[in-house]
């Protein structure tokens, strides 16, 4: 996750590259928030991840009543058995991943067309992607996502 984070925020650092450099005219208007006070404080994230974290729990249960059986069957059926299983349950999580990304992109859309900014940055308190200036927009994101 943190791989993608940062292939995120570079593709961000590129396109706002790109609008400095290609002679724009304005200065571009860049935008942050906390991703992580976001997830903590967004009702409709916490939604999706409690929601997302049942069904990973329930197949958790299923793995362990596999293992009870795995006695019971074959190393080939319990292998694939199990390899099924591994993979719904990474299915899952991104399902739940890419809803509360859209979620996210949805209202930063909106929060970017209203404030008439740029760029928006994810911009934790532990790994600062904008140093100075920009318009902090995570009160705003963390409202929109109620």
């Not at 967004?42 to 990973?56: A, D, I, R």
């Not at 729990?57 to 009543?65: S, T």
């Not at 790994?127 to 409202?143: E, F, N, P, S």
Request: aromatic share 2%; glycine share 8%; hydrophobic share 35%.
């Amino acid at each position: 996750m943190n791989l993608k984070k940062k292939s995120i925020l570079a593709l961000l650092g590129a396109m706002l590259l790109t609008l400095v450099l290609g002679g724009c005219g304005n200065q571009a208007q860049i935008g942050y928030f906390d991703g992580e006070r976001v997830m903590k404080e967004s009702p409709q994230l916490q939604q999706v991840m409690t929601e997302g974290n049942g069904k990973l729990a329930e197949m958790q249960q299923q793995g362990a009543d596999l293992d009870s059986k795995q006695a019971s069957m074959s190393d080939d059926d319990y292998k694939k058995a199990q390899t099924e299983l591994r993979t719904r349950m990474q299915a899952v999580s991104q399902q739940y991943s890419s809803e509360m990304r859209q979620k996210v992109e949805n209202a930063l859309a909106d929060i970017s067309k209203a404030k008439k900014l740029d760029v928006v940055l994810d911009s934790e308190k532990n790994d600062r992607t904008v140093l100075h200036g920009g318009t902090d927009v995570t009160d705003d994101l963390i409202q929109k996502l109620q």
